[in-house]
């Protein structure tokens, strides 16, 4: 048998082919079938933390992680419906109340993948009593700040850190509620002696918790992008701009 | 080590008894009611009395009845002694010359002890756990010198399978389909791990399993290496546990001194090594993937699955994790035959299984009872009931991932569907009772907060969906919630069972859900009525608040 041959399978109802070792989520894409994802990032691996892209598969009880679960012949595939959209709007208010997310005073006001999630499902105000945690500011480092306030844990900064960059500088600290980014063993971040101020962390944060020295409200665009051409062209010696 | 050796050691331990033997209990549970002490006043007394050549002390494991504590048994009188104090040692060493004594004496014939079926604690309370000699001589290590020279990996997947065993840890998983996936699971390498993180609230079997009969867990480990195919085990032991932790790495030296683990085992080609790996106080770690990512020395977080350890496991090499007390069934299951083991229990749920009794109940201990037995002849013939002969409200089983079964039920058989039926789990096996003076909606707080504690913090509905959970509760228990509150925190059950990354969050919702399903007039007797969308009206006493509801 050819080791990597093609699957068929069934995503929204229409049929779908994709490589052997694809995700849904990654069939989905190819397809031009959009799945929400927050903590998913293309050029380090899969978490499956966030449960946004959770789709329906048939024959299978519990709800999977798009991004995590590899695809199968004859698969069918649901990515939306009623309960999926309550779900993943709750989600999104769940993470609204947890930290302190005023997009109105954000570096990332416009940018943002949080916003932007929650416009798209339609997430106009929070049912649940806020958090309003008393996180504090990372401003020790020369070029970038971290404001834990606006973290959502999707640990993007952290798996780039170790798996990009390869300094192993960012890490979760604590556990449930009381989880935080770190630098190196739990030290200001201008202190650390790992990071080599590449900026890949800043560039992968989703929210505005992670930023550029210097920008103001809605100044913090990104181009995540530019991290999976790095991967690319390590992994593949593609070097596609 | 041939099967000589095996015997000569057991022969060697028979013959060295003494006339008279005192077994005194040096499990946790006695030990912090100064049993260590107890046991050097017995030793002293039998030397004080010139009785060195009649009678032995003997230290064991856990004689059951935790809540009378320190216990002395003596045999062959088959007497046991409550509450020994070190006072009492001379009188009790004298009573076995035939004096009169006035420690106090306790019941054997009670239906805590007659009910009992011993598969797992057979040797618990009987055997020296600090001595493999003392497990030789109960027939320890027959069953893997049975397996090693006499049956194939398949015959013991295939007995494994037959006996109809199911994980005792929680989910009650096939034991045998998840040794068949592993064994068939072609890779160069491959694990066994024992899970000894138990961490449910009032559960303390696995602990008295490992304190009293480490090496049961031992030959189950190498049993099940040989038919997976594996020549490492790892036992993941919580650090809370320091005796337990103490005693496994007494028994895995001694089985390494006499060749019963290691290199060509019984003269065979099968290695098998045994490791610990101590645990750091996280609940989340008794999740398979988190406990595997915390023995690789990651952080012990869980990841989705599949693919499933036996497919992906430790290394991602395939891995067989199962329960310790699930493994400490293996070698009674190949020494008495798989249809032995079958022919006990339900059509379903075969075997027994080992109850942790706790809460508001006369008899607190460890219970082994046949899968089948009802919750009424548990709570009320063996534990005796909740104590000052009140009425029993509730019986919870499963820790935070279960629920609790209400009294009008307690005539339900105790297994693994019919505790599914009611809204709860096995679990592991910790049960506690609760009587009238129990608040449900407060018990259905507590498990939310220890849930909310030990989330891992990785996935969103868990680490945020239970803190909100924890305030809804929190808010109702405090008579500020109002039937939206309500609602939301039914909503909220739902939405973190069905989407949480692991167990801990898909199950945290189970004690609300289950408390509301049989008592949800307590919380609704909370609520406070909603004044259309205004500000709720001030809190009164509760039951002028619920008249005017009506």
Known sequence: MNPMAAKTLIIDGTQVSAEENATILEAATDAGIKIPTLCHLGGVYDVGACRLCLVEVTGVKKLLSACTTRIAEGMEVRTSSEVLSKYRRMTLELLFAERNHVCSVCVSNGHCELQALAWQHGMDHVRYDYNFPNWGVDATHPLFGLDHNRCILCTRCVRVCWHIEGAGTKNVAGRGAKSTIIDDLHQPWGDSDTCTSCGKCVVACPTGALFDKGSTVGEMSRDASILEYIVNAREKKQWIV | ?550
Not at chain 2, 46 to 66: I, N, S, T, Y
Not at chain 2, 160 to 173: E, M, P, T
Not at chain 2, 423 to 430: A, E, N, Q, R
Not at chain 2, 543 to 549: D, I, P, V, W
Request: proline share 6%; glycine share 12%; charged share 25%.
């Open chain 2, 1 to 550: 080590m041939i099967i000589d050796d095996l015997i000569e050691i057991a022969e060697k331990e028979r013959a060295s008894h003494k006339k008279t033997v005192i077994r005194c209990c040096m499990a946790a549970g006695c030990m912090s009611s100064n049993s260590e002490a107890v046991k050097g006043g017995l030793e002293k007394a039998v030397k004080d009395a010139g009785l060195g050549d009649q009678v032995e002390v003997r230290g064991v494991g856990c004689m059951r009845l935790c809540c009378e504590g320190p216990l002395v048994g003596v045999d062959p009188a088959g007497v046991l002694y409550e509450n020994v104090t070190p006072e009492d040692a001379p009188s009790l060493v004298a009573s076995t010359q035939g004096a009169e004594t006035a420690v106090k004496r306790g019941d054997p014939g009670h239906a805590f002890f007659k009910k009992q079926h011993s598969i797992v604690l057979a040797n618990s309370g009987q055997i020296d756990p600090e001595r493999i000699e003392s497990y030789v001589e109960a027939e320890g290590y027959r069953a893997l010198h049975a397996v090693l020279r006499e049956m194939t990996p398949k015959d013991v997947v295939d007995a494994v399978i037959k006996s109809g065993l199911r994980g005792r840890g929680g989910a009650g998983y096939p034991s045998g389909l998840k040794w068949a996936t592993v064994a068939k699971t072609p890779a160069a390498q491959k694990y066994v791990v024992c899970n000894a993180d138990e961490g449910d609230p009032g559960a303390f079997m696995d602990r008295s399993v490992l304190e009293s009969d480490p090496h049961s867990v031992l030959e189950g480990m190498a049993i099940a290496g040989y038919a997976v195919g594996a020549n490492q085990g790892f036992i993941y032991v919580r650090a809370e546990y320091p005796l337990a932790i103490k005693r496994l790495q007494v028994a895995i030296k001694q089985a390494r001194q006499i060749g019963l683990l290691g290199s060509g085992i019984f003269e065979s080609p099968f290695n098998f090594t045994v490791d610990l790996r101590i645990g750091a106080g996280a609940y989340v770690c008794g999740e398979e993937t988190a406990l595997m990512a915390s023995i690789e020395g990651k952080r012990g977080t869980p990841r989705p699955r599949p693919p499933f350890p036996a497919e992906s496991g430790l290394w991602s090499c395939p891995t067989l994790i199962n329960n310790v007390e699930t493994l400490a069934n293996i070698a009674p299951i190949i020494r008495n035959g798989a249809e032995w083991f079958a022919g006990i229990g339900t059509a379903k749920s075969k075997g027994t299984k080992v109850f942790a009794l706790a809460g508001k109940i006369a008899n607190t201990g460890l219970i082994e009872v046949p899968m089948g037995t009802t919750l009424r002849q548990i709570v009320e013939e063996m534990g005796g009931g909740a104590p000052g002969g009140a009425k029993i409200k509730a019986v919870q089983t499963g820790g935070p991932s279960g629920g609790c079964i209400p009294a009008q039920e307690l005539d339900s058989p105790v297994d693994y569907e019919s505790l599914t039926r009611l809204g709860s789990i096995m679990g592991s096996g910790g049960m506690i009772v609760m009587d009238e003076s129990t608040k449900m909606p407060e018990v259905a707080r507590y498990f939310m907060e220890f849930c909310m504690d030990e989330s891992c913090g990785k996935c969103i509905p868990c680490r945020a969906g239970t803190v909100q959970m924890h305030r809804l509760l929190d808010k109702i228990v405090k008579r500020e919630a109002t039937p939206g509150d309500l609602a939301k925190l039914e909503d909220l059950c739902d939405m973190v069972a069905k989407t949480s990354l692991c167990g801990l969050g898909q199950n945290a919702p189970n004690p609300v859900v289950s408390t509301l399903r049989f008592f949800r007039n307590e919380y609704v007797e909370l609520l406070r009525p909603e004044i259309n969308g205004g500000p709720a009206a001030p809190a009164g006493p509760a039951r002028s608040n619920n008249e005017e509801a009506k």
